[in-house]
């Protein structure tokens, strides 16, 4: 316990130091990163989007599972029409032959529906991290901006957090925290034109059978 105190007391000091000379230096600025992500307007709007089209994809993939419903049944009434005596030799026949079709059409709708649905998770993942990278571009453009205008050397991100979920940032003027301003400058340019309703995405392609 005490070397584990020793530790934290050289880093703690490592830390002040450090402090100092960036004051030294030139200003230390504070940010809540989370914060200004959450309440851009830009953020709410393509996070419609995102929903949105998870829609799409949600209900074309109800679409499939109910088509493989349909197969499954037709496959199960041909296999029972296969066994039925009362039939003749040539019905039992082709119902044998239909009920191997529609199996291979049962096999080739799952291929179909898990292909689907691996893509489809994919390409959301894509657009979420597309969208939030350029967000995020322009959140750091505008904070360098601001930094480079009032001068801060360094700016700190108040909203992170240590691996004991505690945050990272314990202390800081109020005066140093530039958040508010960064919020305000980045949601200037909102109008209703911008804020309307993103329009519906178009239903997804067919996935192409295996």
Not at 198 to 209: F, G, H, L, Q, T
Request: charged share 30%; hydrophobic share 40%; proline share 5%.
């Amino acid at each position: 316990m005490r070397m584990i105190r020793n530790i934290l007391a050289a880093l703690l000091l490592v830390s002040a130091l450090a402090a100092g000379a960036a004051a030294e230096n030139g200003r230390i600025g504070v940010v809540n990163l989370e914060k200004i992500f959450r309440e851009y307007y830009k953020s709410r709007i393509a996070e419609d989007a995102i929903k949105q089209q998870a829609e799409v994809y949600r209900t074309y993939l109800m679409r499939l599972n109910d088509q493989l419903r349909t197969l499954k049944e037709e496959a199960r009434a041909a296999r029972l029409n296969s066994q039925n005596l009362a039939l003749s030799e040539a019905d039992r026949k082709a119902a044998v032959d239909k009920a191997d079709a529609k199996a291979r059409q049962v096999s080739q709708k799952e291929a179909e529906i898990e292909l689907y649905a691996t893509e489809g998770s994919a390409s959301l993942r894509k657009v979420e991290q597309q969208k939030r990278e350029a967000i995020m571009a322009e959140i750091y453009q505008e904070i360098r901006r601001r930094a480079a205008a009032e001068g801060y050397a360094f700016v700190l991100d108040s909203s992170g957090k240590t691996m004991n979920e505690q945050p990272t940032l314990l202390l800081c003027p109020p005066s140093s925290d530039f958040t508010a301003a960064v919020l305000t400058e980045l949601n200037r340019t909102r109008t209703k034109k911008v804020d309307a309703p993103a329009p519906k995405p178009a239903p997804p392609e067919p996935v192409s059978k295996p």
